[in-house]
């Protein structure tokens, strides 16, 4: 919903005295036509912090100020308006304003606490259907293979009443985002997240910004997407990846990840980033001899996987697919797992797979019985790169 800033503009009019044969009446009308005040206004669109490189929102410096935890930071609207960043700093409390950014006590100091933060998300008004959780700064403790690799000490959890609830996550997932059902239509209900911490050695650190998105926006994804992309081309990555390969994907973790279809896209194509072990999902370090195989199909991935619908090696719809049973090859597969992404079990390269299916969706489902013999089998889990192909 749009809203406008208005400034007012003040400007002084000197006066000079009148000249012989100059009617005084002609002279005060003139004066009149320069109005000593003009408005200005302008929308309260989203801008660029100066000093935080925070998304905020373009109001008057009187508006601003009026915002309890807001920050100027730089200017708007052709030097009109106010760049206004908006916070709620601290453990728990009321997200009443759109574009917010909930950021833990002291921030950007580490966070020691042991201690349970519940922040509310209240609706503007009952037709926001989402709130948008996009992860500017988060870092919380990890779990261990101890704990089959679900979060327990310090995690992040989510309320929806009336949809089912995001995973729970903890670890490292700085520039993850998440979407939230806001139960469009019911003005007393509100979702919420909380946050709990456990002992005081740890150094935790949250900056979160959340945004509040209506029904039937251009950017408001399908009802059941915990994570939404758009573009021709993005990188979608599992929570907790992390920046290296000593991360470990979560545990117990059933949710979907929606790409938007652009215009004139009929197939879209991942495959695993550049960087690392980006695709590592069951089966430990030596299976098979010692060499990184994929895994594919139903009987070939039990536990953990992804799904991707009709996926196949081939951009024409040719048959590349091999299947641990059953007639091969074949034309497609549906799960995919192992330590390279493949439609060829046992194969030792990563390929792209590609998907015809609409809407574009991958399926996440992580067990909660990650194996804890013979050591960590450093499954970090996935990081693929995706391009929509057109029609």
């Known amino acids: 919903m ?3 800033g208005i400034v007012l503009g003040s400007f002084l009019v000197l006066g000079t005295p009148v000249t012989a044969g100059e009617n005084f009446t002609d002279r005060f009308r003139e004066k009149r036509l320069l109005s000593p005040v003009q408005i200005f206004s302008f929308q309260n669109d989203p801008c660029v912090g100066k000093a935080t ?63 349970t933060c519940t922040y509310n998300l209240i609706k503007l008004d009952s037709e926001i259907c989402f709130f948008r959780l996009d992860f500017v700064v988060f870092s919380l403790d990890v779990p261990s293979s101890a704990l089959q690799w679900v979060c327990s000490t310090d995690k992040m959890e989510f309320t929806t009443p009336s949809a089912k609830a995001p995973p729970t996550i903890c670890g490292y997932n700085t520039g993850q985002h998440m979407y939230l059902d806001a139960s469009e239509g019911l003005s007393g209900t509100n979702p919420a997240m ?21 029904c039937g926006e251009y950017h408001s994804p399908a009802q059941d997407c915990v994570q939404y992309f758009t573009g021709m081309t993005g990188t979608i990555q599992s929570f907790n990846y992390g920046v290296n390969d000593d991360y470990h994907h979560l545990g117990s973790h059933d949710y979907t990840i929606c790409i938007r279809r652009e215009e004139g896209q009929c197939k879209i194509g991942y495959i695993p980033s550049a960087t690392g072990n980006s695709f590592y999902l069951s089966y430990r370090p030596g299976t098979n001899g010692g060499t990184f195989r994929a895994r594919s199909g139903e009987d070939g991935c039990i536990a953990d996987f992804i799904t991707i619908p009709r996926g196949t090696n081939s951009l024409s719809g040719e048959s590349s697919c091999i299947s641990v049973n059953g007639p091969n090859p074949t034309m497609h597969q549906f799960r995919f797992c192992g330590q390279r992404l493949n439609c060829a079990v046992n194969s030792v390269t990563n390929s792209w797979i590609y998907s015809d299916v609409l809407p574009f969706r991958i399926e996440v489902e992580l067990n909660g019985a990650e194996p804890i013999d013979n050591g960590d089998n450093k499954n970090r889990g996935f990081s693929l790169d995706y391009l929509q192909v057109s029609c």
């Not at 700093?89 to 909930?102: A, K, L, M, W």
């Not at 909380?194 to 209506?214: A, H, K, L, M, P």
Request: glycine share 14%.
């Open 53 to 115: 490189g925070l998304t905020g929102t373009c109001y008057s410096t009187s508006e601003c100020n009026g915002q309890e935890g807001s920050y100027a930071d730089g200017t708007c609207a052709s030097g009109f308006g106010t760049c206004c960043v908006l916070r709620v700093s601290g453990c728990g409390g009321d997200v009443t304003r759109n574009s917010t950014h909930v950021q833990s006590t002291g921030y950007s100091s580490p966070y020691k606490e042991a201690a």
């Open 194 to 214: 909380t946050i709990t911490t456990t002992g005081t050695t740890n150094e935790r650190f949250w900056q979160i910004r959340v945004d509040q998105i209506y």
């Open 2 to 4: 749009a809203m406008v």
